[in-house]
């Protein structure tokens, strides 16, 4: 595509205003502030900047796509020849650490916000990157994927023990600026980030004030993210508390940012955790006034747009001299949460080839940490239990060797850890499980007989 750059001039005390009044974010001015509100979507590529700054072994962004396109290309090779076929591709599952910084507030206030709103905030991140019917994450643009990626909180912590995925701690800041967060919060709160997709929930201030959240971007080798101060022990996405979970479920009310209560924040900073740029590929500026059609963010099925967009209001086309309109609808812009609902056939062989290749990302596909704790490992009394079919469609079966094996309950979950089904007895009657109602993914059943547990795992198709 023949690259065009087209200026758009403010005038030069409107565009002294503004320049006077943008945020310098590590090191490097903020270059995308919506005009109405001032708020900052997001700095993910000012982080990645100061990141291959500071670390000499991490890729350049000319390294990485170097390095990532021809991943890519094969699987879009894959997709296109599975086209039309079903359950062809095995769902990624990735466990998830939501850690929420707070000062001493109690439970469900400020920003130690509820477990409803940490939940709700998982929900939207299965529907839309599941684009599931009947949710604000489904579209029926021609171009919009199923990524085939979806997210649980962690039943298992670092340790072995049970837990619920919300790690809650109070570090006594009550608002965090980069420096901080970077050498203090997450380093000091992080679970393992080859088996944990770390999410730190907090109130951003001082240089951060105004700023929604920000990515870590993957490596692109085995070598990098091994050594210096910014690398695994920061990999992960921190939102500000007022941009996280969504005012759609009972239980995730509070504050929010205006525009921004559906939970799309996280939404777009996990495509950032996944590989994914933004549409517009950081070229134009609306705080600089400059539209600029040559960058790209390396997916042929996203328009070229030349700067980035704030809502949906209107058809937008910054780059008339390139096919389609700007995609507002997109994650990776920056309209507002109830626009968008759209990730692309493109944007997910991306996804999906850092998930296959990149080292902490391709470890999170494999973690057990969302199978909950087996508390004995012997498990005499529930030897002999089988599942199937597995995966299961209508029905999922359980099987006992003998009847002295039957279990005396069990209660299954599903991939966000809430209870779906409960048994406290079990009799033949209930070893027959009607799945025909469950949504498509991953379940974990557990048994208990006495005083022994053993939980087993199965996929809904």
């Known amino acids: ?21 943008t945020p310098n974010v590590f090191g490097r001015k903020v270059q995308s502030i919506n005009p109405k509100t001032r708020i900052v979507r997001c700095v993910s590529s000012e982080y990645e900047s100061f990141l291959q700054e500071k670390d000499e072994k991490r890729a350049t962004t000319q390294q990485f796509e170097e390095w990532l396109a021809p991943k890519t290309e094969a699987i879009k090779s894959k997709l296109i020849a599975k086209r039309g ?6 769902v990624i599952t990735i466990p998830v650490v939501v850690h929420v910084i707070h000062s001493g507030q109690n439970v469900g206030s400020g920003m130690n916000i509820s477990n409803a709103r940490v939940l709700s905030q998982i929900t939207v991140l299965n529907q839309d990157f599941r684009k599931m019917l009947g949710t604000p994450g489904y579209n029926t643009n021609p171009v919009g994927a199923d990524v085939e990626i979806q997210f649980c909180m962690a039943q298992v912590d670092p340790n072995g023990n049970p837990t619920t995925g919300i790690d809650r701690v109070n570090l006594g800041v009550s ?51 091994l050594q210096g101060p910014y690398t695994a022990n920061t990999d992960g996405v921190i939102i500000d508390w007022r941009a996280f979970g969504s005012s759609d479920f009972a239980g995730a009310g509070g504050s929010y940012y205006p525009g921004i209560n559906k939970g799309r ?108 704790p087996l508390s004995n490992p012997a498990f005499e009394l529930l030897q002999g239990i089988k599942l199937y079919p597995n995966p299961a469609s209508d029905v999922l079966n359980i099987a006992v060797s003998d009847s002295s094996k039957t279990p005396d309950s069990y209660t299954i979950y599903n991939s966000l850890g809430q209870v779906i089904k409960q048994a406290t007895t079990v009799s033949e009657g209930n070893l027959k499980v009607d799945t025909s109602n469950y949504a498509t993914g991953i379940y974990m059943i557990r048994f208990t007989k006495g005083n022994e547990t053993k939980t087993l795992q199965f996929v809904k198709n």
Request: charged letters at 20%; proline letters at 4%.
């Open 175 to 225: 608002e965090w600026d980069e420096n901080s967060i970077e050498t203090l919060l997450k380093p000091e709160t992080i679970w393992d980030s080859s088996k944990y997709y770390n999410i730190w929930v907090c109130q951003f201030g001082l240089d951060l004030d105004g700023i929604l959240g920000y990515a870590q971007f993957p490596g692109s080798s085995g070598l990098q993210g």
């Open 265 to 372: 924040t996280t939404t777009h900073e996990t495509g950032h955790f996944l590989g994914l740029r933004h549409i517009w590929g950081d070229g134009g500026s609306r705080q600089l006034g400059q539209i600029v059609c040559g960058p790209t963010d390396y997916c042929n099925d996203t328009p070229q747009a030349g700067w980035e967009n704030y809502d949906c209001a209107d058809i937008y086309d910054s780059c008339p001299s390139s096919p389609g309109n700007d995609m507002t609808e997109n994650y990776m812009d920056y309209s507002n949460d109830i626009c968008m609902n759209i990730f692309t056939a493109d944007q997910k062989a991306r996804m999906m080839a850092v998930m296959q290749n990149s080292p902490r990302r391709k470890s999170l596909g494999t973690s057990t940490a969302c199978q909950p």
């Open 85 to 90: 076929i079903e359950g062809t591709n095995a």
């Open 1 to 21: 595509m023949k690259k065009i750059t087209l200026f758009l001039c403010l005038g030069l005390a409107g565009f002294s205003a503004l320049a006077q009044n």
